[in-house]
Nanobody, 126 residues
């Protein structure tokens, strides 16, 4: 599966953005999907994930009140809605696909995700 992340850009603190992750090659229904980010000078970190079927999600603890992950099977896409953005949310955001059947559990480690999009840059100005 090939993944293409988009929707990044420059936004003022307090604003919102919705990132999209479009897939080609295979249906995203075969994968649990995750979002990760890498801020300048920092390690890549887990942001959110959603199961392959159903609506179960998982978030980084500090982001769960502001971010929301969703998927649209008809459009073969996954989204990350980001609200109340802060300067520290500035990062390159990546979507990734986990092909393993974890029986509803969602991985937060990047090593679980086999396929990655190229990343989209989000810059939050303070």
């Amino acid at each position: 599966v090939q993944l293409q992340a988009s929707g990044g850009g420059l936004v003022q603190a307090g604003g919102s953005l919705r990132l999209s992750c479009a897939a080609s090659g295979r249906t995203l229904g075969l994968y649990a999907m995750g979002w990760f980010r890498r801020a300048p000078g920092k390690e890549q970190e887990f942001v959110a994930a959603i199961v392959r079927r159903g609506g179960s999600t998982r978030y980084a603890e500090l982001l769960k009140d502001r971010f929301a992950v969703s998927r649209d099977s008809g459009k073969n896409a996954v989204y990350l809605q980001m609200n109340s953005l802060k300067a520290e949310d500035t990062a390159v955001y990546y979507c990734a696909a986990d092909p393993s059947d974890r029986r509803g559990l969602l991985a937060t480690s990047r090593i679980a995700y086999r396929y990655w999009g190229q990343g989209t840059l989000v810059t939050v100005s303070s």
